[in-house]
């Protein structure tokens, strides 16, 4: 089996003209998916230099169905750029030592770039589906590859850059950075090539932003969690597989607020009793779903006070599930003392359904859903 040369590759379509232009497209869908992945990080870190604000309340809704609606649209632009440059893998590296360097670099840096671009579309596709056949952190691992990628593509355009300008600066068919070789006419024109990779990209955008843009929801026929769900809002994880069923539904239940040594409990039904309040509040999700819905219970608040807390305090959340990564998550300070942050007791006017979170789930404003912890039992105060 003979390695393909240059030779092999003769399409007009792989040019500069059209890599640039897809290239393009692709960088600021990596940058869209860049800066709001950290956006995304920096909601779940448990000590904030910063705090995360609770306002706007649809801030993290927002944020992350642009980071998943623009990581679904690199998918083709990938595919088609990758087609593009394909055949460059086998041109003959420079003499001249100056040459060689920069080439090296260039593969290097298309290498580490490739690599990294491919897992993080592929593994945010899994995570978007809730697959994952892998045993390592996805969070860390996909933080971790996006710096990696995102510094894989700067020394990759810093390259290629005056290739870059001159070929958007150009008409479409200019042939100045052609590869010798690549002189037949393909199935397709360039600018037919380049219409065709628009419309494939903004289908994939239709079919699953949906998740996060309720109006596209009908049309969205792959768009994950797309409304499903008690009052339309999608679960994650059911009580069942939290392992909570017996414990949520007990008549043994409390609310403990703990405050130091302090410690005051309190039944569903004293806090039905309590002065309630309902907020309109999106509850979104790192998989890229989100929906909005009518939230009624006792300001968190309210419940601090009974027990002494003084404001500006952080407050730990624990679950009544026994395991997984968030069955205790810290509620910071600001979030705490926001009176739209409650101890959500009905949704949409009906008692709470045991999947979304009964007996009592916190619901905070511009919060990742993996932080409104259902099946609450404590809220902790260390002094």
């Known amino acids: 089996m003979r390695i393909p040369s240059d030779r092999d590759f003769p399409s007009r379509l792989r040019s500069a003209a059209v890599t640039a232009r897809v290239g393009l497209w692709l960088g600021i869908c990596f940058g869209l998916a860049f800066v709001t992945g950290l956006v995304s990080h920096y909601a779940q870190v448990p000590d904030q230099p910063v705090p995360f604000p609770a306002s706007p309340a649809w801030g993290y809704r927002v944020t992350q169905g642009v980071h998943v609606i623009s990581g679904t649209a690199a998918v083709p632009l990938l595919l088609v750029k990758l087609w593009t440059v394909y ?3 086998f041109l003959r590296p420079p003499r001249a030592l100056r040459a060689a360097a920069v080439d090296a670099t260039e593969r290097a840096s298309i290498g580490a770039l490739v690599a990294g671009a491919v897992f993080l579309l592929a593994s945010g596709l899994a995570n978007s589906a809730q697959w994952y056949p892998w045993a390592f952190s996805f969070r860390a691992t996909h933080y971790a590859v996006a710096w990696i990628t995102i510094g ?13 300008r001159h070929a958007l600066g150009a008409d479409v068919e200019d042939t100045t950075h052609d590869r010798p070789t690549a002189t037949e006419p393909g199935v397709l024109s360039r600018r037919g090539l380049l219409r065709t990779t628009w419309l494939a990209t903004g289908v994939a955008v239709l079919v699953t932003a949906g998740s996060t843009v309720p109006v596209l929801r009908r049309v969205s ?7 499903d769900g008690p ?14 069923t017996a414990t949520a539904t007990s008549a043994a239940w409390r609310l403990e607020v703990v405050r130091g040594a302090s410690t005051l409990s309190f039944t569903r039904d004293q806090l039905l009793a309590m002065p309630q309040a309902t907020h309109e ?3 979104a999700c790192v998989e890229g779903w989100s929906a909005s819905g009518s939230w009624t219970g006792v ?22 599930q026994q395991s997984g990564h968030y069955r205790e998550t810290l509620l910071q300070a600001n979030f705490a003392d926001d009176p739209r942050t409650l101890l959500a007791l009905a949704l949409d006017g009906e008692t709470l359904a045991v999947d979304h979170g009964y007996p009592a789930r916190l619901m905070a404003p511009d919060r990742p859903g993996v932080l409104q912890t259902k099946w609450v039992t404590r809220l902790e105060v260390d002094a």
């Open 231 to 244: 009052a339309g809002i999608p679960i994650n994880k059911s009580a069942r597989a939290a392992g909570v």
């Open 299 to 320: 300001p968190v608040r309210s419940l601090l006070d009974l027990a002494g807390v003084p404001e500006g305090s952080d407050v730990r959340v624990v679950s009544l």
């Open 152 to 164: 894989a593509l700067v020394v990759h355009v810093a390259v290629k850059l005056p290739v870059i």
């Open 221 to 227: 026929v792959f768009g994950v969690r797309s409304g």
């Open 281 to 283: 509040l999106p509850i």
């Open 87 to 89: 055949p460059r893998l």
